[in-house]
């Protein structure tokens, strides 16, 4: 569904848009332009893979606004900001709301190439985690709320029998309950069991 | 006729005796008269008081006697007491014992004394007794004791009855025994145990002897005494016997005697009347009377003397005093009522003086009384015509209330004011007529307040200003005074109402035009000659504490000496002064009729400060516009310039990696070199369009002054100069420097200059700061200087001080040095700098002085 990853450039001038395509294609990775913010909401989906190339100097949306309208959208696509001479006032705001890099023109080749490479394994990343954790998500809707709570217990570091005290019943019936939450959640091993816990709580980013 | 003369004849005759004399004469006189009717009145008045006192002393003496005769007989009980109780007697008595026997044989004691009688005393001891005896209880007489040659009683032979005997006590008994009076005194005797053995009784005949030793020799021949028996009022014993014969009957004495008869009570167990009788001799009371006549007259002659001495002196006293008033009231009717002195001679008789002379004062007070009582009506009458011509012509309404506040009189002014006619407001209140309804209760109230003050006594009328309401309804603001005044019992109310409607307007006027200085923000001051603050308004405090003076005071010696030359010129003057900070523009106006100096200051502080920085404010504005325009245009072509360089470097990157990689068809190549060339040609399209619009503009030239331009630059800095402590040296030429330049570039290199000065200074210690600005003209050349003593231009940096963006400061762009060159070469000028060992660094401006100098010059001057 998501496909192969694409950078997608938003420029309003048309030799930059060019140019970019030209150098980014050169290492075989496939690129959109467009002229407009407009445009490229026109044309992109939420899910695609990819990066996203965007110069905050444009007529219509800007490229701040674009990056707002994705934020408020949940569309997590990575942005580098593109920025000319004089703008980085503009482009250290653009970081601030999440831009993960950003790129001052003329551009240094390896440079933008670079940080479009870490903008999209990022991307993947994050694509991963995502995917992760809806299958975790599925695999603990499975669980019974007992053994929720016996789960919770053991990836809180308790033991069996402690586990059994706070839940007021033997050792053994503990030890059958574990053993159907690690089945449930296929997890291999007891540190499996404690990751897929921290990610289904987010406190991991993959 | 006669009488007539005899009066008058007796008036001249008072007249001349004095006072004293006549006292002295009417007091004996007055004594003598009251001597002869006292003589008179009191010759019976005093024979009956003789008789009484006689009588009085007569029962005194009788009394006198027969208490003494008493006292000798109880005198004489209590020797027979004593005798009774006798340790000798009771000594006796002990070992005796009497035996109850029918017949007793007394012992006798005839030439001897008995022993149980005490010796020394014997014979003293019982004077006068004829037999002491000893009885036992059943009065059988035991012993007895003969003192002379009589016998015993024979009524007492038997033995002593019991009536002479108290078986209890002493007990003495009045007796005639043997025909004799005998006094019988018994007492009872006890012996050394206390065993009772009956009574000692002594005999004792009362005879002339024992009378005359109880009188005690007292009276003896001026009233003999008796005893007499009382029921045939013969005397049984005398005093003295050859004087009172015994045996004679008492009537027989009265002739030659007062006999005075006294019972003896006292005297009991015997029913023996007898009677106790004092003789005095009529010679006697004869001589008594004389002596109380004696005694009486005397006293009648000291008294009448004392009274008329007593009645002198205090006639005389007064006499004296009178002749003291009278001069006193001479003297003073003199002074006081200025009339002559009546007649008065000392010596005569001041009584008939003082009558004289108070008819003559009387009638002269009269006199007096009469002209000052027509002095007086012929004042009021002219008072009266006086006051009535003041109420006439009185410009102010004066109006006379009653005590109901009723109008009772009121003069024309009044009347015409008030606009009420006079028979139309007689007799109606006045409040009701003349004031509006507000007033009216204040109106009371001053009415009251005047009462009160007439009660209390002295003080102001009530005054104050209140507005009146005419007849026709208009209102005038009125002053008021009320005077009250009581005539009859009648209290009035004069009231003075002056029409204050003008004065009013012009107070207000004054007001107002004195509010003008006080009301004015800027100071106002009102100076005597020698300096003295007499007036200053509220907005010179400021300047008034810079000073260091406040009204009263005086002005700083300067000032006080500017403001006498000022009122010595008799002209305003005007001067701009600086004072505590504050710049001032002062006019001094003279006001000669009242020796004055009005000062009128203006702080222009902000004014000046204001043209400053308007002046700095354009200047730095010209220069900031032209470098955010600069700015501006450098940054828009930065963006324009850098969008086409940035895909010409994105294309020829795309084509190396492509041929590096040996991917990429040459089609494709070629497609974004053509690009390359294109964005080339973009790119230079942009700078050339850029030119175009620079060098469309036509140069500025005018014509001005070097110097000038000098000194605006270092007015733009004095901010800065002043905040760094430094002061800039100028050393101009003299005259102008006129060149023609465009005035803002100019002064925009100037600056830059100073500025960089300024920096370079900034690094040293400010003692050592110091920058130097000169001009100068050279060969048709305007030349500047700007010398500063900051660390200098290192010799390596020397040759590329003016390459663009050559920079030793941190914020600093590198452009100012580059600009100034060229905007000097375009005015055909030049810049260079030097950094002479000695430290610093020094800039060297050459402009072309203008050609038409002298007729710049004219210009100029015209």
């Known amino acids: ?206 | 006729m006669d009488r007539l003369h005899l009066k008058s004849f007796l008036y001249r005759l008072l007249r001349r005796v004095p006072m004293p004399v006549l006292a002295i004469l009417v007091g004996l006189l007055a004594g003598l008269g009251v001597w002869g009717v006292l003589e008179q009145v009191q010759g019976r008045a005093l024979q009956k008081i003789t008789q009484k006192e006689l009588r009085s002393e007569l029962d005194l003496r009788a009394r006198e006697s027969l208490s003494r005769f008493n006292q000798y007989v109880s005198n004489y009980e209590s020797r027979v007491r004593l005798l009774a109780s006798h340790r000798l007697l009771a000594r006796h008595l002990t070992p005796q014992f009497w035996f109850a026997e029918e017949r007793v044989e007394p012992r006798i004691y005839q030439q001897f004394r008995p022993d149980w009688l005490p010796d020394s005393r014997g014979q003293d001891a019982l004077p006068g007794a004829s037999h002491v005896l000893l009885v036992d209880t059943e009065g059988r007489i035991r012993e007895v004791y003969h003192l002379g040659e009589e016998p015993l009683p024979v009524e007492l032979a038997a033995g002593v009855p019991a009536q002479y005997l108290d078986p209890r006590a002493v007990r003495a008994v009045l007796t005639r025994l043997g025909d004799r009076p005998l006094l019988v005194v018994s007492d009872l005797t006890e012996d050394g145990r206390g065993f009772e053995m009956g009574s000692l009784v002594v005999l004792v005949p009362i005879d002339e002897r024992f009378l005359a030793a109880s009188q005690e020799g007292q009276f003896f021949e001026r009233a003999p005494v008796a005893l007499v028996d009382g029921d045939d009022q013969r005397i049984l014993a005398s005093v003295d016997p050859d004087l009172i014969l015994p045996g004679t009957l008492v009537d027989v004495w009265k002739d030659d005697h007062l006999v005075t008869l006294q019972s003896l009570p006292g005297y009991e167990g015997t029913d023996w009347n007898v009677l106790f009788a004092t003789f005095v001799s009529h010679d006697n009371v004869e001589k008594i009377a004389r002596r109380v006549g004696h005694f009486e007259r005397r006293q009648r002659v000291i008294a009448a003397v004392v009274f008329i001495t007593v009645f002198t002196m205090v006639i005389y006293l007064v006499s004296a005093r009178l002749n003291r008033v009278l001069k006193r009231m001479s003297r003073f009717a003199q002074r006081a009522l200025d009339i002559e002195q009546p007649e008065f001679r000392a010596g005569a008789n001041q009584l008939v003086l003082l009558e004289e002379w108070s008819q003559h004062f009387t009638q002269l007070v009269l006199r007096a009384r009469d002209e000052m009582r027509r002095q007086h009506e012929s004042a009021i009458r002219q008072s009266e015509a006086l006051k009535a011509a003041i109420m006439e012509a009185s410009l102010d309404s004066i109006v006379t209330l009653d005590r109901k506040g009723q109008i009772i009189d009121l003069n024309p002014a009044a009347e015409q004011i008030l606009g009420g006619a006079r028979e139309q407001v007689l007799g109606r209140g006045f409040s009701e007529l003349f004031l509006p309804p507000g007033e009216r209760e204040r109106f009371d109230e001053l009415l009251q307040a005047a009462r009160r003050a007439r009660v209390t006594g002295r003080e102001p009328p009530a005054r104050a200003e209140l507005s009146a309401r005419r007849s026709d309804g208009r209102e005038i603001p009125m002053e008021l005074s009320i005077v009250p005044l009581s005539l009859e019992a009648q209290v009035f109310y004069t009231l003075y109402l002056h029409d204050v409607t003008k004065r009013r307007e012009a107070e207000r006027e004054i007001k107002s035009l004195a509010r003008i200085a006080s009301e004015s923000p800027n100071p106002i001051l009102r100076v005597t000659p020698t300096g003295q603050v007499v007036y200053a308004n509220a907005a010179s405090g400021a300047l008034l504490v810079a000073w260091g003076t406040r009204p009263g005071l005086d002005l700083p010696p300067e000032w006080a000496g500017e403001v006498g030359e000022t009122l010595a010129a008799g002209q305003a003057r005007e001067r701009e002064a600086e004072v505590g900070g504050q710049v001032y523009s002062f006019l001094l106006a003279p006001v000669a009729e009242l020796g004055y100096v009005n000062i009128y200051a203006r702080d222009i502080t902000e004014v000046r400060r204001a043209e400053q920085q308007s002046r700095q404010h354009q200047a730095e504005l010209v220069h900031v516009c032209r470098l955010s325009t600069m700015g501006e245009v450098a940054t828009g072509m930065a963006h324009e310039i850098n969008q086409p360089l940035s895909a010409i470097v994105n294309y020829a990157n795309g084509c190396t990696r492509r041929l590096q990689g040996g991917a990429g068809d040459s089609g494709a190549l070629i497609e974004a070199m053509g690009q390359i060339a294109t964005q080339a040609q973009r790119a230079s399209e942009i700078i050339r369009r850029l030119r175009a619009l620079v060098g469309k503009q036509p140069p500025v030239r005018n014509r001005v002054d070097l110097n000038h331009l000098v000194r605006e630059v270092c007015s733009f800095v004095e901010f800065e100069t002043s905040r760094m402590g430094l002061e800039v040296a100028l050393d101009l030429a003299t005259g102008e420097l006129p060149v023609d330049v465009d005035l803002v570039q100019i002064e925009q290199v100037l600056l830059n200059l100073v500025r960089n000065a300024l920096d370079a200074l900034g690094d040293v210690a400010p003692e050592s700061r110091r920058l130097v600005i000169r001009t100068r003209s050279t060969a048709g050349e305007a030349e500047v200087v700007v010398e500063d003593s900051g660390p200098g231009i290192a010799p390596a940096r020397l040759p590329h001080l003016f390459d663009p963006f050559f920079t030793t400061k941190e914020t600093g762009m590198g452009m100012g040095l580059p600009i100034s060159q060229t905007i000097l070469e375009n005015h055909g000028g030049r810049v260079w700098a030097e950094s002479p060992p000695a430290g610093g660094a020094v800039f060297h401006v050459r402009l072309p002085l203008a050609v038409e100098v002298t007729q710049f010059a004219v210009a100029g001057a015209a």
């Open chain 1, 1 to 206: 569904m998501t496909g192969e990853p694409v950078v997608f450039v938003v420029d309003d001038d048309e030799a930059m848009r060019n140019s970019l395509k030209w150098l980014i294609e050169s290492t075989g990775m496939p690129v959109r332009t467009y002229g407009s913010a407009d445009e490229f909401l026109a044309n992109y989906y939420p899910g695609r893979a990819g990066c996203l190339l965007l110069d905050v100097r444009m007529p219509g949306m800007s490229g701040l606004e674009l990056q707002g309208h994705l934020a408020r959208h949940s569309i997590r696509l990575p942005v580098i900001i593109i920025t000319g001479h004089g703008d980085v006032g503009m482009a250290v705001r653009a970081m601030k709301s999440g831009a993960v890099d950003f790129i001052e023109k003329p551009f240094d080749d390896e440079a933008l190439l670079n940080s479009i490479r870490n903008a999209l394994a990022f991307d993947e990343r994050q694509r991963a985690l995502q995917t992760q954790r809806a299958e975790i998500a599925a695999r603990l809707a499975e669980l019974t709320p007992r053994e929720h709570e016996v789960m919770d217990m053991v990836t809180e570091g308790r033991s069996n029998k402690e586990i059994a005290i706070g839940l007021g019943v033997t050792a053994k019936t503990v030890e059958a309950h574990r053993a159907r939450v690690m089945d449930k959640m296929r997890a291999g091993s007891l540190a499996e069991l404690v990751r897929m816990a921290l990610i289904a709580s987010g406190e991991v980013d993959g």
